[in-house]
T-cell receptor, first 115, second 114 residues
């Protein structure tokens, strides 16, 4: 079965330190990969995507993610965390070859940045 | 990208009743999607709604329980029918009009069934 895994329910990091939120996937074909962020009482907001090309993609709010095909991973990173980055982060995979835009979402990782 | 206005933002409902959630988009879009986010869990696709045709439901979701309307290219509703406490979730509408396969999401409806 096709799936997306976010192995950590929560990640704690001190403000100013680098952060990593992990994502691995198990899908057939060449998926498109995404990260979304959800702040309390808000909908999901798009952060960044990988479609093709450079394995390191840059997105909103200083976030970046590295696509690793051999490890089927797409980890989210930021060099210096801010308290305002505290939120729920979702990794998602889209399979455009299926003819639809349907996503498979990971279970989410709660990021807590400590002042 | 398009902007979605979703309402209500939250509601507390009695079991056995129904709630209709509305999403209004500020531009015309072809495909809209409805998701459910149960407490502490990820997002699950309920159905895909195209204007002028019946919604396509995912496994485990049926039209009688979650009827969807899509009367035009800027509006859609999802009804949660005959509610039970297990229906307590956040419901989100979304669309793909970014041109890059990314989604735009509504702000969500937090439903509590008592």
């Amino acid at each position: 079965a096709q799936s997306v895994a976010q192995p950590e329910d929560q990640v704690n990091v001190a403000e100013g330190n680098p952060l990593t939120v992990k994502c691995t996937y198990s899908v057939s074909g060449n998926p498109y990969l995404f990260w979304y962020v959800q702040y309390p009482n808000r909908g999901l907001q798009f952060l960044l995507k990988y479609i093709t090309g450079d394995n390191l993609v840059k997105g909103s709010y200083g976030f970046e993610a590295e696509f690793n095909k051999s490890q089927t991973s797409f980890h989210l990173k930021k060099p210096s965390a801010l308290v305002s980055d505290s939120a729920l982060y979702f990794c998602a995979v889209s399979l455009p070859t299926s003819g639809t835009y349907k996503y498979i979402f990971g279970t989410g990782t709660r990021l807590k940045v400590l002042a | 990208s398009a902007v979605i206005s979703q309402k209500p933002s939250r509601d507390i409902c009695q079991r056995g009743t129904s709630l209709t959630i509305q999403c209004q988009v500020d531009s015309q879009v072809t495909m809209m999607f409805w998701y459910r986010q149960q407490p502490g869990q990820s997002l699950t696709l309920i159905a895909t709604a195209n204007q002028g045709s019946e919604a396509t439901y995912e496994s485990g979701f049926v039209i009688d329980k979650f009827p969807i309307s899509r009367p035009n290219l800027t509006f859609s509703t999802l009804t949660v029918s005959n509610m039970s406490p297990e229906d307590s979730s956040i419901y989100l509408c979304s669309l793909t009009d970014r041109g890059d396969y990314g989604y735009t999401f509504g702000s969500g409806t937090r439903l509590t069934v008592v």
